[in-house]
């Protein structure tokens, strides 16, 4: 087992990994810019490392002062959390150079992830359905028009190197395509240096449904269950859960075990996530991410089981200890994501929090990086707290979740929590009709002209 670990990253998540370690025996090593020395990771970490000015990319972005940080504390593995350098082929090959073990999947199955027609392709070939489009990227406009001709509008165009919503047309008609693959893939270059796109059929109202998948380096690889995580703006993920109300016994059990299949064609041995588009009973592989996700602690509430120990310990060349009979659904969970934001017009409100009084009590979790007196960065995502609870039931999930928002204390800055309350009051929400525009129905008309 490891005697030390490094954690790339700050905020929440750098704290969750340490507390993992902490249970596990395990030293931490926390690193951080200027700016986050007074940080909560900084101070329960067993040891620390400044890494740079308050610039990601002069600080947690920065391989060579992570690595040399690594050296210095003598640290045998890396955590990279989520974001940062948690999906970057080149720092996990890095890494496996220097003889620190990369708490993730090998430098080649992040590439291949990472580029999403590739991915797409590879989930087709290993029996995973897809949305009808080209097979990897699209050679010209014209070849795109001819697809989307046979297949029908709307249709969408990606960037191979995007995901999250970058360098994305939805086209509608023939007229419109050839404009579109242009600013697609000017938008592309600019962003990943890479101009090619795939095209696909455009759903228009689907849900975001993905699987939880963990692996072992035995080829052992088990699913944890789905997330519903439909209610987004802008591609940032607002609110999550777990179970997802959209699915039957059969369905899911479809879905997680395709999941399988797919995670297995890529031999991976890890935790990751297949994400999923589902509209009509059907559903359609989107990405994978091979990452720890924000929204993790759902699938901790429903299955028990502790997914950053179990990164850790498949890092560390365990075996892994569930079979898939072992895990069941019990309950349900719902994160919702508080940000340092205007909760309607979604502009962040960084500052000084004057006072932070997160709530308890049966069934709540509260994974924050927040307390009173500290400042809130300019520098970095406005994430301040994940509130997360746990209930037998859907209902009794967002009664808990609405007393958890209006006991939450939160001064100094302005938070989303009133548009979480208002989501949790709504009655779509309420009767579990969730889709990828939701949020359109939830918002006043002037919080709307934000979106693409
Ligand atoms: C789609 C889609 C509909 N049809 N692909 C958005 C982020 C990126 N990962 C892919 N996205 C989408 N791809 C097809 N073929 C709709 C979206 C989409 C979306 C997906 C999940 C959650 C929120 C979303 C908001 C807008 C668009």
């Known amino acids: 087992m490891f005697r030390k670990i490094l954690i790339a990253n700050r905020g929440e998540i750098a ?7 902490k249970e596990l025996g395990i030293k931490s090593v926390a690193v951080h810019s200027d700016v986050d020395s007074d940080s909560l990771h900084v101070r329960f970490a067993d040891e620390s490392i400044c890494i740079g000015p308050a610039p990601s990319s002069q600080s947690y972005l920065r391989i060579p002062a992570i690595i040399a940080a690594a050296e210095i504390s003598n640290a045998d593995a890396i955590h990279p959390g989520y974001g940062f350098l948690s999906e970057n082929a080149e720092f996990a090959e890095i890494c496996e150079t220097c003889n620190i073990t990369f708490i993730g999947p090998s430098p080649e199955t992040i590439a291949l992830m990472g580029n999403k027609a590739q991915a797409k392709l590879t989930m087709k070939k290993a029996g995973v359905p897809v949305l009808p489009g080209s097979d990897g990227p699209v050679e010209s406009a014209d070849a795109a028009a001819g697809m989307a001709k046979e297949m029908g509008y709307p249709v969408i165009l990606k960037a191979s190197a995007g995901g999250g919503g970058k360098g994305m047309r939805v086209v509608h008609s023939e007229k419109e395509l050839s404009q579109a ?6 938008e592309a270059d600019a962003a990943f240096g890479n101009k090619d796109l795939y095209i696909e059929k455009f759903l228009e109202d689907p849900r ?9 380096k035995y080829g052992n690889v ?3 269950n789905e997330r519903e995580c439909s209610i987004q703006r802008r591609h940032q993920k607002l609110i999550e859960e777990a179970p997802s109300p959209a699915l039957t016994p059969m369905l899911r059990k479809e879905l997680c075990e395709t999941a399988v299949r797919g995670a297995k064609a890529v031999n991976y ?13 059907k559903f359609y592989f989107m990405e994978m991410n091979t990452r720890i996700q924000v929204e993790h602690p759902v699938t ?3 299955t028990s089981v502790d997914l950053i120990k179990a990164q850790i310990l498949a890092a560390a060349g365990d075996k892994m200890i569930y079979r898939q009979k072992d895990i069941r659904i019990i309950g349900h969970s719902i994160e919702c994501r508080i940000n340092a934001e205007d909760p309607f017009r979604f502009t962040p409100s960084p500052g000084k929090i004057s006072t932070f009084h997160p709530p308890g009590g049966p069934g709540v979790r509260v994974d924050a990086t927040a307390y009173s007196g500290c400042v809130i960065s300019p520098y970095y995502d406005s994430l301040i707290a994940k509130l997360i609870v746990r209930a037998p039931t ?9 007393r958890a928002l209006e006991s939450f204390i939160v001064e100094g800055i302005k938070t989303n929590i009133p ?8 009655r779509r929400f309420r009767a579990g009709k969730l889709s990828t525009r939701f949020l359109d129905s939830i918002l006043p008309r002037s919080g709307n002209n934000n979106g693409h």
Do not use: P
Request: overall charge negative.
């Open 300 to 302: 901790e509430n429903i």
């Open 222 to 224: 088990i699913h944890l």
């Open 419 to 426: 548009l979480h309350l208002k989501i949790m009051e709504s």
């Open 269 to 281: 041995r890890t935790a990751g996530t297949m994400e999923f588009l589902y509209d009509s009973g």
């Open 394 to 402: 859907r209902n009794d999930c967002i009664l808990r979740m609405k």
């Open 15 to 21: 704290l969750r990994v340490i507390w993992a370690c």
């Open 181 to 186: 693959y242009d600013m697609a893939q000017s």
């Open 208 to 216: 975001h449904i993905e699987v939880q998948v963990l692996g072992d």
